[in-house]
């Protein structure tokens, strides 16, 4: 297993881009503390179709459970290891990452809008070998307009 991070190469162009952002958006840039191997990353970013967001918010809940797994301890009242309040951090992390992921992919609810435009419509209404719809939009409007567009159809 190999772990790399690199600072000076961050973004999402490439597949070593992904994995640093991926990296840096979960907290694991230093060296001497790993959380999380260059190839679940890579994995984590397969998954997530190479979404930096979702592949983080995934690496943060492998680090939550990772974290989750170990007991808190405590040494004469001295020295404590609250390792649930790890978990917890992470998890909320991934939480977060989640909805970046949401925000920055532009499909919040999964949905995406697009629309045709009004020359396309009218030079295809133009076409004389087409076959006459049965119905039209606002067919039974008395005026046949819709707004400044004439919506009618012209044959």
């Known amino acids: 297993m190999t772990w790399s991070y690199s ?3 961050l973004g999402t162009a490439s597949a070593i881009e992904r994995l ?3 990296r840096l958006l979960v907290g694991d840039t230093d060296s001497t503390d790993q ?3 260059d190839e679940e990353i890579n994995f984590a970013l397969a998954q997530a179709s190479n979404n930096i967001y ?3 918010a995934w690496c943060a809940d492998v680090v939550a459970a ?3 797994r170990m007991v808190s301890t405590e040494l004469d009242g001295q020295l404590r290891e609250d390792y649930s309040d790890l ?9 977060s990452l989640k909805q970046s992921a949401a925000k920055y ?3 919040t ?27 039209t939009k606002d067919q039974f409007r008395a005026d046949g307009l819709y707004g400044d567009y004439d919506t009618s159809y012209k044959e």
């Not at 978990?87 to 939480?95: A, F």
């Open 105 to 107: 992919s532009g499909t």
């Open 35 to 37: 959380l999380v191997q």
């Open 20 to 22: 640093n952002s991926v």
């Open 54 to 56: 979702n592949a983080a």
């Open 7 to 9: 600072e000076d190469n």
């Open 87 to 95: 978990s917890k951090q992470y998890r909320k992390l991934s939480s």
């Open 66 to 68: 990772k974290f989750s």
């Open 109 to 135: 609810l999964g949905l995406s809008f697009g629309g045709t435009e009004i020359s396309v419509i009218e030079a295809t209404r133009s076409l004389t070998n087409r076959v006459k719809p049965s119905f």
